[in-house]
């Protein structure tokens, strides 16, 4: 069974511009969450989508969006970028349920300049 | 709202000698506990969960858990570490009632030294 898939692995942006990372769950789980984890600050919770609804959203700033597709993939967005947003960004899928862990991708690792 | 705190940043232990990477949380009702692990350059990978039953839990690769309720800790541990279990390990909590989001610490750095 094919992993969690995020594109692209790598990308280099500038400030204010915006960009959008994918991600495709493992066949079968509906429940997708992305998290930004940078040094400092450990994994930080974006928000989780669940049938094409976001269920669970984190503390960022409006600039941060993501929505599902019917085929359970989802990309999030981030507009106007700024030098702080700087991360790796981790996407995880799960079965609907709240005892199942999770099952990450290997991430997008942004830059911006 | 939940927490998790993982008190050490960096934890070095010799290659053979047991490892324990400590890890305490905070939750309005029954919590539901993970330990992932993260090698450079990738995701995290699942290690072990705690969910009900026995405290004492066993996962991937020869890790442990211990779950204790009255002192709301759930440590990672593991009775002869080696250099390739050398990666970052992050406890995260669930809290019950819903699907509520998942919380992690900010990652113990494992060093084993040869």
């Known amino acids: 069974k094919a992993g969690v898939t995020q594109t692209p692995r790598y990308l280099i942006k500038t400030r204010g511009q915006q960009v959008t990372l994918s991600c495709s769950p493992i066949?079968?789980?509906?429940?997708v969450s992305w998290y930004q984890q940078t040094p400092g600050q450990g994994l930080q919770f974006l928000f989780e989508?669940?049938?094409?609804?976001?269920?669970n959203k984190g503390n960022f700033p409006g600039r941060f969006s993501g929505r599902q597709f019917s085929n359970s993939r989802s990309e999030m967005n981030v507009s106007t970028l700024e030098l702080g947003d700087s991360a790796l960004y981790l996407c995880?899928?799960?079965?609907?349920?709240?005892?199942?862990?999770?099952?990450f991708g290997e991430g997008s690792r942004l830059t911006v300049l | 709202a939940q927490s998790v705190a993982q008190p050490e940043d960096q934890v070095n232990v010799a290659e053979g000698n047991p490892l324990t990477v400590k890890c305490t949380y905070s939750?309005?009702?029954?919590?539901?506990l993970f330990w992932y692990v993260q090698y450079p350059n990738r995701g995290l990978q699942f290690l072990l969960k705690?969910?009900?039953?026995?405290?004492l839990v066993k996962g991937s690769y020869g890790f442990e858990a211990e779950f204790n309720k009255s002192q709301t800790s759930f440590h990672l541990k593991k009775p002869s570490a080696l250099v390739s279990d050398s990666a970052l390990y992050f406890c995260?909590?669930?809290?019950?009632?819903?699907?509520?989001?998942?919380?992690f610490g900010i990652g113990t750095k494992l060093q084993v030294i040869p």
């Open positions: 995880a899928s799960s079965l609907p349920s709240d005892t199942g862990e999770l099952f």
């Open positions: 066949s079968g789980h509906r429940s």
């Open positions: 989508y669940f049938s094409e609804t976001q269920r």
């Open positions: 939750v309005s009702g029954n919590p539901y």
């Open positions: 705690y969910i009900t039953g026995d405290n």
């Open positions: 995260a909590v669930r809290d019950t009632g819903g699907y509520q989001k998942v919380t």
